[in-house]
């Protein structure tokens, strides 16, 4: 039995030609080079960075130079910058002449306290400050009486005096002619010497019983004068018992009811301004060193800006803020004339922009979350899609922007975004 063999399917292949090999090993080597072209770079950065972050992630900002300004923005609360309260001038019963949220003008009569005591005081003293001008004038007439005896007693003595004189004088020509003893002689000289000491004292006496009147008269004067005083005061304090209003604005919140006892010195009521309105801030503490009174400020309400300025800091710190007062100013900043703002209501809320410093020409860029990872002392430079870590050093910070003192120049690129997420990597490839 003859076996088949497979000729049958044996198939005659032609010669092919040696020369489409060499083609297809061209073109897989210029493959390979524009693919080392195109994504060598890509390899390099690969393999330079330690880490890939997505751009879209991240955002970026150029340094540049420009005017920084260092501010700080605080909610601010609308209050009235007048708005005194009014309080009992003493113990006695309260009687409301107005209503709460009445407006009222100033001097208006608002409330009347009634105090017997303090009127029957005030009586009592005036019927005192009769009596003293009484006892004044009484005074004055003794010292008339007192210093005409006074010189009734000068005249007298004056009158001696000559007598004394003249007969000494016709003791000297009787002397003279042997007609009078050498007694009566020097008695004569004893008279005269006698009448000018009589003399000299009534004079001296004169004098100080004059002193002592004026003094006496001085002393009761001041002591008129003194309850004269004491009458003011009372009669100011009874006319205090009208409560009159110290400004034009509306009433407050009345502190009692009709006809209640008040005590001295409690508050009754409040006047509330409504011409003039400042705004009440709370400061971070953490500024509280930098700000000064008379720093210029803006305030922004219905999408306008209207100047301002820092008036009053509180000393104490509560709750880690300061308290401090803005004003609305009455010109900008070119020295324009300018408005308040119109329709304020008292406790609304408007965002305050405080200006605390100025500086000219710097080189700055804008501010990101990238100081608080970095501490304001690292910054990631981004270079041809790689943000490389450096070192930097910053200055005045504003709500919009941060000096740049070293580390950076104008024109280059940086991540302000969060840094955390590169985990202090020195070099982040940023991918698309």
Avoid: C
């Avoid at 000064?292 to 219905?302: D, F, P, T, Y």
């Avoid at 609305?328 to 070119?334: K, L, P, V, Y």
């Amino acid at each position: 039995m003859k076996i088949t063999d497979t000729s049958a399917q044996d198939v005659v292949l032609t010669k092919t030609s040696t020369k489409r090999p060499i083609w297809i090993g061209a073109a897989i080597v210029l493959i390979a080079l524009a693919m080392l072209f195109y994504v060598g770079p890509t390899v390099s950065k690969w393999s330079s960075s330690d880490t890939s972050v997505s751009a879209e992630r991240l955002r970026f900002a150029t340094v540049q130079r420009g005017d920084l300004v260092r501010d700080l923005s605080v909610q601010g609360r609308v209050v009235a910058a007048v708005s005194p309260k009014l309080y009992a001038p003493a113990q006695g019963t309260i009687t409301y002449t107005v209503d709460a949220g009445d407006s009222v003008s100033k001097d208006q009569i608002l409330a009347t306290i009634d105090s017997p005591e303090l009127t029957n005081q005030l009586k009592q003293e005036q019927a005192s400050l009769a009596e003293s001008e009484m006892a004044l004038d009484r005074q004055r007439i003794q010292a008339k009486k007192q210093a005409l005896e006074n010189q009734k007693a000068v005249d007298m003595a004056k009158v001696a005096l000559t007598a004394a004189e003249r007969e000494k004088r016709r003791a000297d020509k009787a002397w003279e002619s042997q007609s009078i003893s050498n007694i009566d002689y020097e008695k004569a000289q004893d008279d005269l010497q006698n009448a000018k000491l009589v003399y000299q004292h009534a004079v001296q006496d004169a004098n100080l019983n004059k002193e002592s009147l004026a003094f006496e008269l001085k002393a009761m004067e001041l002591q008129t004068e003194r309850q004269s005083l004491l009458i003011e005061e009372l009669s100011r304090k009874v006319e205090q018992l009208t409560v009159r209003s110290p400004v034009d604005g509306i009433v407050g919140n009345l502190a009692f009811e009709q006809k209640n006892q008040v005590a001295q010195d409690t508050s009754i009521m409040s006047v509330v301004d409504l011409t003039e309105f400042e705004m009440e801030v709370a400061i971070p503490e953490s500024y509280a060193d930098d700000l000064a009174i008379g720093m210029a400020a803006e305030v922004s309400l219905n999408g306008e800006t209207h100047p301002a300025q820092l008036v009053t800091i509180s000393p104490e710190i509560e709750n880690n803020q300061v308290t401090g007062r803005v004003r609305f100013a009455a010109i900008d900043r070119s020295g324009n004339s300018v408005q308040p703002p119109q329709g304020l209501r008292q406790n609304q809320r408007l965002t305050t922009r405080i200006l605390m410093e100025n500086r000219d020409d710097v080189l700055m860029v804008q501010r990101g979350q990238f100081l608080e990872s970095g501490g304001g002392r690292v910054a990631y430079k981004v270079e041809q899609g790689i943000a490389r870590r450096i070192s930097i050093e910053t200055g005045a910070r504003s709500l919009s922007s941060v000096e740049i003192l070293g580390g950076l120049n104008i024109g280059d690129t940086i991540v302000i975004s969060s840094t955390d997420q590169f985990n202090g990597a020195d070099a982040v490839l940023i991918t698309d």
